[in-house]
């Protein structure tokens, strides 16, 4: 009795439910309660003076999807959703379930249904960062191999900082004449170690960059800052840390080998245009990164927010620093296919019912410095109770 309470306990942890393996009979027009929300959050309107609307104006959207775990119909819904209606699609990892080195074969198989998935529901630019179940068992190669033509497959430009080693790591840029504002999104490897440098069990939960990728976002960062683009990073983990998970805060979750607080540094020393000198070092004992940057005669950053998954729960807070005090960070996580989150804000999740499905659109306006996310399918609080679909969020703090 207590090796199946074990095993069904892992189970549900990682996310593995039989409901993510049957393909929906849903039809995207069960979007019927979604709609009507989204649609009043698409556009902001121009005050003048005295507080009245003179004239409207789009907002900077997208779909945030996350750890779907082989569940295909989620992400096929997630990209019939989008379809028109958003500048992007954005998945933060954990497409697949690889658990071990074992599983690898299953982990591709994943990763062409993906594709194919992918091809034929979008017309939209996607992109996608690693998880830790994509991973596992798999080169570097193989991952981006697989995943590197779905974010090339439209006709925005992707920026990759180390395509010639299948480093997963790049931008794609956004430019609108508007007041939708000009977009960077960031997209951030955390598994950026060569091939053969960990043991499975750190390859499953480990956090690496190398020097080489975070002297490239550096300058990424500091080349978006000068030109005014609205930055979006986006990667599988959080950042920061914290003692106790709740609302306001969140662990990352996961053992940064580097340090959890190394990016939002960097991103708060270019907010604030300071100079950031100083090692952070590898606890694996491979490689330590130095950061040793002025960013004091360059503009302020327009950092918007971090997105995440893994922790499989529907999160916003301030990230937080390692004496308890806050970054001007807004960090955004996704639920998952299937399974509640590991958060206070779990969600109602319903088997075969559009309850079953977990997805956001991300409004984000620029005028008023504010995400609207509007939650698809499954959104009631874990205990059935009332909760909003829309949710207003400030992202300068």
Not at 106 to 132: D, F, W
Not at 306 to 315: D, K, M, P, V, W
Request: glycine fraction near 6%.
């Amino acid at each position: 009795m207590r090796k199946v309470f074990l095993l069904f306990a892992v189970s549900l942890m990682c996310g593995v439910l039989s409901a993510q393996k049957r393909e929906s009979t849903r039809s995207v027009n069960e979007d019927i309660l979604f709609a009507p929300e989204f649609h009043s959050y698409t556009r902001g309107r121009v005050l003048n003076e005295q507080g009245e609307g003179s004239s409207w104006y789009n907002r900077f959207g997208l779909i945030h999807v996350s750890d779907i775990h082989s569940g295909y119909s989620q992400l096929a819904e997630a990209l019939q959703v989008a379809d028109g209606k958003v500048d992007l699609v954005v998945n933060t990892g954990d497409v697949a379930h690889g658990v071990s080195s074992s599983d690898a074969p299953k982990v591709r198989k994943v990763h062409e249904s993906i594709a194919r998935t992918v091809h034929k529901h979008s017309r939209l630019p996607y992109l996608q960062v690693p998880g830790n179940h994509d991973v596992t068992g798999l080169t570097k190669s193989d991952f981006f191999d697989e995943t590197a033509p779905l974010v090339e497959k439209s006709g925005q430009k992707v920026v990759w900082g180390d395509k010639e080693n299948h480093r997963a790591y790049g931008y794609m840029d956004f430019t609108d004449d508007s007041y939708k504002g000009d977009f960077r999104v960031v997209m951030l490897d955390p598994f950026d170690y060569d091939d053969g440098q960990f043991e499975t069990s750190y390859r499953f939960m480990a956090a690496v960059f190398s020097q080489k990728q975070v002297d490239w976002l550096i300058s990424v960062l500091k080349d978006a800052a000068v030109k005014g683009y609205n930055v979006i990073t986006m990667m599988h983990y959080s950042f920061g840390d914290a003692a106790v998970f709740n609302e306001e805060t969140a662990n990352p979750d996961a053992f940064f080998y580097q340090d959890p607080f190394m990016i939002p540094d960097i991103i708060d020393a270019l907010q604030n245009a300071q100079r950031l000198s100083r090692v952070y070092p590898d606890q694996a004992g491979i490689h330590d990164v130095t950061v040793d940057a002025d960013f004091s005669a360059v503009p302020e950053l327009k950092f918007v927010a971090h997105l995440f998954g893994h922790i499989h729960s529907r999160n916003d807070y301030q990230c937080q620093k390692a004496d308890g005090t806050k970054y001007d960070i807004l960090m955004l996580g996704e639920t998952a296919i299937g399974v509640p989150g590991t958060a206070l804000n779990k969600i109602d999740i319903v088997p075969g019912t559009i309850n079953d499905i977990s997805f956001s659109a991300l409004e984000i306006d620029v005028v008023e410095q504010a995400v609207y996310r509007i939650s698809y399918g499954a959104y009631l609080n874990h205990d059935g109770s009332n909760n909003s679909r829309t949710v207003r969020i400030p992202y300068r703090f």
